[in-house]
């Protein structure tokens, strides 16, 4: 299941703080926050995804995901190879090496790691 844009965002904010109180999370967003009924209604959808849970303390509820960001990132990536490349990862690495500009020496070090992962599956 896919966050929307703005779940995504407090997903990121929650990600980095790894758990937190309503405030904290409002604390968190760039100005113009957004209302405290937005951001409850982005965690209730979240929570019914199952991307985050709360423990109760009171009145107040404190906050942490479900989901590893490396997790969320890998499914998107992997989602988008397929959808945008034929499900082929080769394609998808022309294409991000063609139009991102990398640096000779971003080239490199993506060559570095690619010769990496080779010896590992040897």
Same mark, same amino acid.
């Given at each position: ?17 790894e758990?937190a ?11 113009p ?13 979240m929570?019914?995804?199952d /991307?985050v ?8 509820? %404190?906050?942490?995901p +479900?989901? !590893?960001?490396? *997790? ?5 990536v ?12 080769a394609q998808?690495?022309? /294409? ?9 020496? %971003?080239l490199e070090d +993506?060559? !570095?790691?690619? *010769?990496?992962?080779l010896?590992?599956?040897?």
């Open positions: 299941m896919n966050l929307s844009n703005a779940e995504e965002q407090l997903m990121q904010i929650l990600w980095k703080q758990k109180f309503m405030k904290d999370l409002i604390e968190a967003y760039p100005e926050r957004p209302a405290t009924t937005t951001v409850a209604t982005l965690l209730k959808r929570q019914d995804k /991307f849970d709360y423990v109760q303390y009171g009145r107040s509820r %404190e906050y942490f +479900l989901v !590893k960001k490396k *997790d969320y990132f890998a499914r998107q992997n989602g988008m190879i397929k959808n945008f490349f034929n499900d082929s990862a998808f690495a022309s /294409f991000f090496t063609k139009e991102t500009d990398l640096s000779p020496q %971003e +993506l060559k !570095k790691l690619i *010769d990496e992962r010896k590992l599956k040897k």
